[in-house]
């Protein structure tokens, strides 16, 4: 079963504006994990949020973690045409082999130029 | 796509039909990851391992095969038990078994049964 569940499922936006994307799950975990996939392509890792943390940066991206609500948000600044792509959440749950990863199904972004 | 090799892209099989679809790292990486993909889905692991001869059912293992003879190599055999194997299968790496490690992706192949 799918530990992480994205809101929304497709998002779609125009240049330069912000685009926020959400992401609950069930289970305590030891990280969350954010990854984005173009269509067709492997999976390309973004950024890393550990348990203890409550928010972390990496360019124009922000992750924030509140786990007294399982919930994770990943918001991209200032988007551009280049950030089209679909946003995956992952987790990785306590007292599960470290490394098993379960994944969201994924939020679609668009950016429109 | 990180040193992760993933072959063929595009793979062809008839129903009744093995196939194994091959995955190498050069980033002398411990743990190593097969994922399945459906259209419009998240990922779902097949198998995982942490470490050389020795591998672990992921969520969706029924119909699938794996060996881990090198650090380097982990292939996935697709059997004719499948029920149902058209999807995108993905391949990852990961530095050892802690858990603050990101997973590195090939870039997937594409399996359709004809």
């Known amino acids: 079963s799918q530990q992480g569940e994205e809101d929304p499922q497709a998002l779609s936006i125009q240049e330069g504006e912000n685009a926020t994307m959400n992401c609950s799950y069930k289970t305590s975990i030891n990280n969350l994990q954010w990854y984005r996939q173009n269509s067709g392509r492997g999976l390309v890792h973004l950024i890393l949020?550990?348990?203890?943390?409550r928010e972390k940066h990496s360019g124009r991206l922000r992750v924030t973690l509140d786990t007294s609500k399982k919930s994770s948000s990943l918001l991209i600044t200032a988007s551009r045409a280049a950030d089209t792509a679909s946003y995956f959440c992952?987790?990785?749950?306590?007292?599960?082999?470290?490394?098993?990863?379960?994944f969201g199904q994924g939020t679609i972004l668009t950016v429109h130029p | 796509d990180g040193g992760i090799t993933q072959s063929p892209k595009y793979l062809f099989r008839k129903e009744g039909q093995n196939v194994t679809l091959s995955c190498e790292q050069n980033?002398?990486?411990?743990?190593m990851y097969w994922y399945r993909q459906d259209p419009g889905q998240g990922l779902r692991l097949i198998y995982y391992?942490?470490?050389?001869?020795?591998?672990q059912k992921g969520d969706i293992a029924e119909g699938y095969s794996v060996s881990r003879e090198k650090k380097e190599s982990f292939p996935l055999t697709v059997t004719s038990a499948q029920k149902n194997p058209t999807a995108f299968y993905l391949c990852?790496?990961?530095?050892?078994?802690?858990?603050?490690?990101?997973?590195?992706f090939g870039p997937g192949t594409r399996l359709t049964v004809l």
């Open positions: 980033l002398n990486h411990d743990a």
């Open positions: 391992s942490q470490i050389v001869n020795d591998f």
């Open positions: 949020i550990r348990s203890n943390e």
């Open positions: 990852a790496s990961q530095m050892d078994r802690s858990s603050y490690n990101e997973q590195f």
């Open positions: 992952a987790t990785d749950a306590r007292g599960t082999s470290y490394g098993k990863l379960t």
